[in-house]
């Protein structure tokens, strides 16, 4: 198995976790698809990462769509429930949180532009996507049902990665002010190896 991607995108280190969550052994092939010699788009035509090569040769694209594969090899642990509500309830905070990473992307983007080609409309509105998106996790992470609970499950796994995601390029430096719970979520995912293992680099 063998999975393309860049060491800081939070989608990429999101599927990494899961693998290494799940003891699948891979290969880890460092592409970053806006490198003039990227080979990408040749297994995904939307040029994205992360890209999933199965033992098959088929390629997996979009880190949801890889995760559902994932889960469907059984491998254990699971990380999503039996019950199809119930999956489908902790597949909505993945997606949450991954639209929160979505957004974080557009600001850094928007960041590397010259600062009078900057948007402001730009950086405020994908910041108000993070802060609405972390305030709904927050209160998730406190009820302690479907996020934060005793269970690692997929929502824990992409909350965690993009509040990694946050922290590393400095997105919204203080999201963590008013947000208990996410910051216990985080700490506790941080201490496990398998984010250890996948920190982006230090810049």
């Known amino acids: 198995m063998k999975l393309i991607g860049s060491y800081t995108s939070p989608f990429v280190r999101k599927i990494s976790v899961i693998l290494l969550e799940k003891g699948i052994l891979f290969e880890f092939v460092n592409d970053a698809p806006y490198s003039p010699d990227s080979q990408v788009s040749l297994h995904n035509p939307l040029g994205k990462v992360p890209t999933l090569i199965d033992d098959e040769e088929q390629a997996w694209f979009d880190s949801s769509i890889i995760a559902q594969y994932l889960e469907l090899r059984g491998d254990a642990p699971a990380l999503l429930p039996d019950d199809a509500l119930a999956s489908l309830t902790i597949r909505q905070l993945e997606r949450l949180a991954d639209g929160a ?103």
Request: include cysteine.
């Open 101 to 203: 990473s979505d957004a974080a992307l557009v600001i850094v983007r928007e960041k590397m532009r010259a600062p009078e080609q900057q948007s402001e409309e730009v950086l405020t509105r994908h910041r108000e996507k993070i802060l609405r998106s972390l305030d709904m996790l927050e209160a998730k992470a406190a009820e302690g049902k479907w996020l934060n609970s005793d269970q690692l499950n997929l929502a824990d796994i992409a909350t965690g990665c993009m509040i990694g995601y946050l922290n590393f390029r400095r997105v919204v430096p203080n999201w963590c002010v008013e947000r208990p719970a996410l910051v216990k979520l985080a700490e506790t995912l941080f201490q496990r190896e398998s984010f250890a293992r996948t920190a982006p680099p230090a810049a």
